[in-house]
């Protein structure tokens, strides 16, 4: 085993046959595990004598071998299994592993390892449970954990999946999401173009279209009636009539329970969310607490375990992933997040966060979320359709690298509700959305060419506050690393300049023009060397689709040449709604 653990540490690169799909653990007596393999090149393999080893911290782990004279053609499936996953994988190699019980339910990685015992692909799982730090293989691991429904349950069965056949970036965290399981056929799904749900033409306690959950599928209610699915009647939504509800009231009244629901549609990296949602800012007893998140890209894990940003409870790390806008509500009220979950554990950033307040700014919410590029933004409040309200923005990717390295993911749409309420006078009020919209979107900041050096050793930047968008009353142009205290320019220009166009002597070393400019304007860096230019964008469509680009000049006077002003990068910014 320790020849095996070398070589995965080792290993790099993506692999030619994958671990594609796997379940580990599942709601009876563990008869539903399985492991699929997948050949992501176009030629036959021979996997004839290759195994499906398994290592942890406690040793007794399984190890399980394909039988002799086995190939495996380009793009084909290959499925180690119970017996009773034998009926379930179509047209796979089906290779019987046994009965029950057959894979760690804990903290375990897996290696692919070929017959001359060359690890082939290694994933690890629910590192969330301890340190564990030699199962680290291709990056972190997932620190996530999951149970799967059997098949005939009220749910379909879930597993983690890679985000498309043969994904891999060498981050388990990155390549995984629970999803709808699919042994022995594709983890593909079907691309999304626009998701438009009110909820008023479905039946009230019905499951909602287009999602699907690991333990209860989010269920259509009657806001203003409590039933099966509602545990309190409120208000009904600006919209109106039926909405959504995420939780799972079957498990302890839903007043010790977690969910994770995603959206059955295909990965996307750029995309916004918008919504109506209900938030209850009453306080709950000492010690009790609950949240929910709303996730684009990434994952959460199967039991919606969040990042408990209060420390009220005892969640960190969480198997999240990606980006979410977090609700979390305890006895101190509520308050709302825009988190980058990174590839999961401690490796999260909160970007920013709101207070909500019982008659201040609780109850129905406009929630709009969009990511797009290394940019996520909410915005809170407001008018649906346009980009105005309260703010929380962020660039991604920024997590603490010391154990992982920091990841802008693709993913899905999920969604995962916890609760935490151990009084029996403490009412839940789960994630309920209405008038849920979703729709692709593309990059609107496009960063290009090079700044030069400062005196100060420094290289400004352009960036941006906010993304453009039609009514984004608070987007603005950031400078950053400037000269403190120092003025500068800012130019406005139609088009950009290819390449540039190098300044010569007369300026600093280095410095560029990349636009051509219709305006200038004066800014000032404050002691930090930031500064900061409001560019409000009126609600008016007749702005949509138009570009507009930027660049920065510093003046810096320590540099000693007739003009000294060192140059940023362009920014074009594209106009969107």
């Avoid at 906010?466 to 142009?477: H, R, T």
């Avoid at 130019?491 to 002597?505: E, R, Y």
Wanted: with cysteine.
């Amino acid at each position: 085993m320790l020849a095996t653990v070398m070589a995965a540490l080792l290993f790099q690169g993506p692999a030619p046959v994958v671990i594609n799909e796997f379940s580990y653990d599942d709601t009876s007596t563990d008869d539903y595990e399985f492991v699929e393999i997948y050949n992501t090149t176009k030629n036959t393999i021979d996997v004839s004598g290759w195994k499906l080893d398994g290592n942890d911290s406690s040793g007794g782990n399984p190890s399980y071998t394909i039988p002799a004279n086995t190939r495996l053609g380009p793009g084909q499936f290959l499925v180690f299994g119970s017996t009773k996953m034998k009926g379930l994988v179509g047209n796979a190699i089906f290779v019987d592993i046994g009965a029950t019980n057959l894979l760690e339910n804990s903290n375990e990685s897996m290696f692919l390892v070929d017959a001359s015992n060359n690890v082939v692909d290694a994933v690890a799982y629910e590192l969330q449970l301890g340190t564990w730090a030699t199962a680290r293989y291709e990056g972190g691991g997932i620190w996530g954990g999951m149970t799967s429904q059997d098949p005939g349950t009220g749910n379909h069965p879930t597993s983690y999946s890679r985000l498309s056949d043969g994904h891999d970036t060498d981050d388990n965290a990155n390549d995984f999401r629970i999803m709808p399981a699919t042994p022995g056929t594709s983890n593909d799904q079907a691309k999304l173009v626009a998701h438009v749900d009110q909820f008023d033409a479905a039946t009230v306690e019905t499951q909602v279209a287009g999602f699907d959950a690991t333990f209860y599928r989010p269920r259509v209610i009657d806001p203003t009636k409590t039933s099966a699915s509602n545990p309190a009647a409120i208000a009904a939504s600006p919209q109106g009539k039926q909405c959504m509800v995420l939780w799972d009231p079957t498990y302890l009244g839903g007043l010790k329970a977690g969910d994770h629901a995603m959206m059955t549609f295909d990965t996307i990296k750029d995309v916004r969310l918008e919504c109506y949602v209900f938030l209850d800012a009453s306080k709950h007893a000492t010690g009790d607490e609950e949240s929910w998140s709303i996730g684009l890209r990434g994952t959460s894990d199967g039991y919606g375990n969040p990042v408990d940003v209060a420390n009220s409870q005892s969640y960190n790390p969480s198997g999240s992933t990606g980006v979410a806008v977090h609700y979390q509500r305890t006895d101190k009220g509520g308050m709302l997040y825009l988190i980058d979950h990174n590839d999961g554990g401690d490796d999260f950033v909160v970007l920013g966060s709101i207070p909500i307040a019982t008659g201040k700014n609780d109850g129905w919410q406009r929630l709009r979320f969009t990511v797009v590029g290394e940019y996520a933004e909410v915005i809170f409040g407001g008018t649906p359709g346009w980009a105005d309200g309260t703010i929380l923005y962020g660039k991604l990717g920024q997590g603490d690298s010391k154990s992982r390295h920091p990841a802008i993911l693709e993913g899905g749409v999920w969604m995962s509700y916890r609760s935490n309420i151990s009084t029996t006078t403490g009412v839940p009020r789960p994630l309920t959305i209405d008038d849920l919209r979703i729709v692709p979107t593309g990059p609107r900041v496009t960063a290009f060419g090079t700044s030069a050096t400062g005196s100060n050793k420094n290289t400004p930047k352009l960036d941006t506050f906010g993304i453009p968008a039609v009514g984004a009353k608070e987007f603005a142009l950031v400078a950053s690393d400037m000269i403190p205290s120092s003025p500068g320019v800012l130019l406005l220009g139609g088009t950009s300049i290819p390449g540039g166009i190098a300044l010569g002597n007369a300026f600093p070393a280095g410095a560029m023009l990349y636009v051509q400019p219709l305006l200038t304007f004066g800014i000032v860096a404050d002691t930090s060397g930031v500064a900061t230019a409001p560019v409000p964008i009126p609600a008016d469509n007749g702005l949509l689709n138009n570009n507009a680009t930027w660049q920065v000049f510093d003046v810096d006077l320590a540099i000693k040449v007739p003009l000294p002003l060192v140059s940023t990068n362009g920014l074009t910014i594209a106009i969107g709604n």
